[in-house]
């Protein structure tokens, strides 16, 4: 399984940004698929998760209302929406999918929200 991040960048507070993963290995439809983060000094922290389908999502509190994922299934990515940023959003942002009982992971794309 290859997990791909891309989309990163410096933003001001109150930009935008939107992260695509792309997926390869594994038949791309059979999975939920998560964004992760993690900022300096900070534990990895579960961003959003989106089911197999698309038709479920759930959102850390933190971001709940500013960001929105969703995937498609036709094109093996997925995406991350991200609005109204701000500067504690700052972090590492990893794809991650788990295939039986193994966890894998993108090398992630940088935010850092900053004026």
């Known amino acids: 399984v290859q997990l791909v991040e891309s989309g990163g960048g410096l933003v001001q507070p109150g930009g935008s940004l939107r992260l695509s993963c792309a997926f390869s290995?594994?038949?791309?439809?059979?999975?939920?698929m998560r964004w992760y983060r993690q900022a300096p000094g900070k534990e990895r922290e579960l961003v959003a998760a989106?089911?197999?389908?698309?038709?479920?999502?759930d959102y850390a509190d933190s971001v709940k209302g500013r960001f929105t994922i969703s995937r498609d299934n036709a094109k093996n990515t997925v995406y991350l929406q991200m609005n109204s940023l701000k500067p504690e959003d700052t972090a590492r942002y990893y794809c991650?999918?788990?295939?039986?009982?193994?966890?894998?992971w993108g090398k992630g794309t940088l935010v850092t929200v900053s004026s």
């Open positions: 991650n999918t788990v295939w039986i009982t193994v966890n894998y």
């Open positions: 290995g594994l038949t791309f439809s059979r999975y939920i």
């Open positions: 989106i089911g197999s389908a698309g038709d479920s999502t």
